[in-house]
């Protein structure tokens, strides 16, 4: 069975920092690339950060400079370092193992055209 589960999601103000960890079982892939993704309400799902299996990284344009993606010394594990929060950081972040990235938004989130996914960890950035 395959699971995909995040955690480290929370709630901090403006200029705080979070760190998001997915961990990926059961893929029948050794070194899976990983994605993460976000949705806040009413807004598209948008593909934040990804690593492909030979740690390539993509980050969309908003948060360069902030977020950093890394992979732990299993591969089927994956971090998102976020830093300098802002409120329109505040969504729901998704893990997406074993999938191509989506650099086009999507009307929702956990398309398993895009991989195995987990049900998402709250991120709220609030003053």
């Known amino acids: 069975e395959v699971q995909v589960v995040e955690s480290g999601g929370g709630s901090v103000q403006p200029g705080g920092s979070l760190r998001l960890s997915c961990t990926a079982s059961?893929?029948?892939?050794?070194?899976?690339?990983m994605n993460w993704y976000r949705q806040a309400p009413g807004d598209a799902c948008e593909l934040v950060s990804s690593?492909?299996?030979?740690?390539?990284?993509y980050y969309v344009d908003s948060v360069k400079g902030r977020f950093t993606i890394s992979q732990g010394h299993a591969k089927n594990t994956a971090f998102l370092q976020m830093n300098s929060l802002k409120p329109d950081d505040t969504a729901v972040y998704y893990c997406?193992?074993?999938?191509?990235?989506?650099?086009?938004?999507?009307?929702?989130?956990?398309?398993?055209?895009?991989?195995?996914w987990g049900q998402g960890t709250q991120v709220t950035v609030s003053s």
């Open positions: 997406a193992a074993a999938g191509r990235s989506a650099r086009a938004t999507m009307l929702r989130c956990r398309d398993p055209a895009f991989g195995y």
């Open positions: 059961g893929i029948p892939i050794e070194y899976p690339g």
């Open positions: 690593i492909s299996s030979d740690g390539q990284t």
